[in-house]
């Protein structure tokens, strides 16, 4: 038997995700009729939430480009993680001193274990550990390739404040991967895991592989409507995407996201509150991001459909695809 248990890390990714969900209700709360100039705490708010297309107007602070510098960051890191983390797995070499001792502060529970039930799981998570961190670098690669060679950014900027926080939580999400297993702790045995292959890894691998091709088709559309027909640049416009998942909801490639995340958290088993948690920072995360987009969509065009005309659309396709 086992009972609950935080660790210091739970408690971070908790936070980020009251955080966010208190900046989403902040957002939500400020639209009445509220004059941002007599406003400095409201000032610094919408500097700190905003970045791309829903920034261009408020460049108070000080600011960078270059997004994709994040991706590339995550690939890097991720490469370095996992270099390690297949040593550990398959031939029992421990991760180096920092690295392991920096996994164990962020590990340290507040509610023990049984001694019992913690080798039951933590054997039981390596092999699951290990497809979540090949997964989020397949991700990262995923997304460098589309910043890259697919998707055409403006001018849109980010706060300075948001690019080291930026980096931050890719550090972080590194380090949650590897503190999930106990093999950061010492050298892992390599015996049986082949047998710790589970249908919660098939699960979420397929769902991983199905959000991630929608998320992809949805920065095609976006792209596309830049460039065309031959894939060069035509323009820098902002214009209402249609298509694939646009057809559904406002912004599919944030929800694509979050459920990446979700198959990451199935592969794991689901059983894993750590992850659980992330999943809950990054639906906070991306729906505040979601909020603004949406925002900045009615601004700019009086024909962008509502949350009521979505719902619609969303009940009209459901039952086409039943007949």
């Known amino acids: 038997m086992s009972f609950t248990c935080w660790a210091f890390i739970d408690f971070i990714w908790l936070f980020l ?4 969900a208190f900046s989403l209700c902040i957002l939500k709360l400020s639209r009445a009729n509220v004059n941002y100039s007599n406003s400095k705490i409201l000032c610094i708010f919408e500097d700190l939430i905003r970045y791309g297309k829903t920034k261009n107007d408020l460049r108070r602070g000080a600011f960078l480009r270059g997004f994709s510098i994040f991706i590339l960051f995550s690939v890097i890191w991720n490469s370095f ?6 040593n550990a797995v398959f031939f029992g070499v421990p991760y180096p001193i920092w690295l392991s001792d920096l996994s164990n502060a962020l590990t340290n529970f ?8 913690i080798t039951i799981i933590y054997d039981v998570r390596v092999l699951s550990v290990l497809l979540i961190h090949l997964l989020l670098w397949v991700h990262s690669i995923r997304r460098l390739y589309e910043c890259l060679f697919i998707s055409v950014f403006s001018d849109g900027v980010i706060h300075i404040v948001q690019y080291c926080f930026g980096l931050a939580y890719y550090i972080l999400l590194g380090l949650t991967v590897i503190s999930t297993s106990s093999i950061s702790q010492a050298g892992g045995s390599t015996e049986n895991r082949y047998a710790q292959i589970h249908f919660s890894h098939f699960l979420g691998i397929t769902m991983f592989i199905w959000a991630s091709v929608h998320q992809n088709r949805c920065l095609t559309i976006l792209a596309n409507l830049r460039k065309e027909n031959n ?9 209402i995407p249609v298509g694939d998942w646009f057809s559904l909801i406002s912004s599919p490639h944030y929800f694509a996201e979050l459920l990446i995340y979700i198959s990451l958290s199935l592969t794991l ?3 894993n509150l750590t992850w659980w948690l992330v999943v809950l920072y990054v639906l906070f995360n991306q729906a505040l991001a979601a909020a603004l987009c949406q925002e900045f969509y009615h601004k700019k065009f009086d024909s962008y459909p509502n949350v009521a005309v979505l719902l619609y659309h969303i009940c009209y396709s459901l039952t086409k695809n039943k007949v």
């Open 81 to 86: 993680l996992i270099r390690h983390h297949i």
């Open 17 to 20: 995700a009251l955080a966010f």
């Open 231 to 239: 894939g060069k640049v035509i323009n820098m416009h902002h214009s």
């Open 110 to 117: 507040c509610v023990q274990h049984e001694t019992a039930s």
């Open 269 to 271: 088993g689901g059983w």
